[in-house]
């Protein structure tokens, strides 16, 4: 039973456009997201979290919004630029501090 | 600061055999999880160490085992290696238990043949 989903498994995207990664959950519990980024042949790195009291959290280029009721969460890239070009994985947690559950992941692509 | 060290980086093991794999985490970082990548399950999580205590464990059969050490360093153990334990095995390391403030390792990428 997958908890997390990413229903797209690639996107491709033009330099300079909005890119739209979207991610839905299942578990009400989970109360806290992450997004991470994954370069082949490396370990992913955080980008961007948000906190289910809020629905919005923007760190520059990135901004990820947090829809409860739908249990739905996406991340917004503008513009969007060839080196973020990678595999986009969003997460989710609960406030016991527990493991993340991961969704499969979508990647990718900005064309120049 | 170093960041998450996982050795070895690649290795190749043939079906039955037995496997450990490393990870020295952040120093300071107390936390060490660990997660399997394969093709289209996305991440999938392993266990997790916090002061040398399992604290939690995912939904793994009984051939997938760990420990940590007192200086925090983990190592997982794979044993009667089968071809679907091929993938791509991530250590992440954190200050606290739990899944804020993860950092990754790069891998490890285990192929049975």
């Known amino acids: 039973d997958q908890q997390v989903k990413q229903n797209s498994p690639s996107l491709s995207v033009q330099e300079g456009r909005i890119s739209i990664l979207n991610c839905d959950y299942t578990?009400?519990?989970?109360?806290?997201f992450l997004w991470y980024k994954k370069y082949p042949a490396e370990g992913p790195t955080f980008l961007i979290s948000?906190?289910?009291?809020?629905d919005k959290n923007e760190d520059g280029r990135f901004t990820v919004f947090l829809n409860k009721s739908a249990k739905h969460l996406s991340l917004h890239i503008v513009p969007s630029q060839p080196g973020d070009s990678a595999v986009y994985f969003c997460?989710?947690?609960?406030?016991?501090?527990?493991?993340?559950?991961f969704g499969g992941g979508t990647r990718l692509m900005v064309k120049p | 600061k170093a960041g998450v060290t996982q050795t070895p980086r690649y290795l190749i093991k043939t079906r039955g055999q037995q496997v450990t794999l490393s990870c020295s985490p952040i120093?300071?970082?107390?936390?060490v999880s660990w997660y399997q990548q394969t093709p289209g399950q996305g991440l999938q999580f392993l266990f997790e160490?916090?002061?040398?205590?399992?604290?939690n464990k995912g939904n793994f059969p009984g051939r997938f085992s760990g420990r940590q050490f007192s200086n925090s360093r983990s190592e997982m153990n794979v044993s009667t290696l089968e071809l679907g334990d091929s993938a791509l095995y991530l250590c992440?390391?954190?200050?606290?238990?739990?899944?804020?403030?993860?950092?990754f390792g790069s891998g490890t990428r285990l192929t049975v043949v």
């Open positions: 992440a390391s954190s200050l606290g238990p739990g899944g804020y403030g993860y950092t």
């Open positions: 578990n009400s519990m989970f109360d806290y």
């Open positions: 948000i906190s289910s009291i809020k």
């Open positions: 997460a989710a947690t609960n406030n016991a501090g527990n493991m993340l559950t």
């Open positions: 120093s300071g970082h107390r936390s």
């Open positions: 160490y916090f002061s040398e205590t399992q604290r």
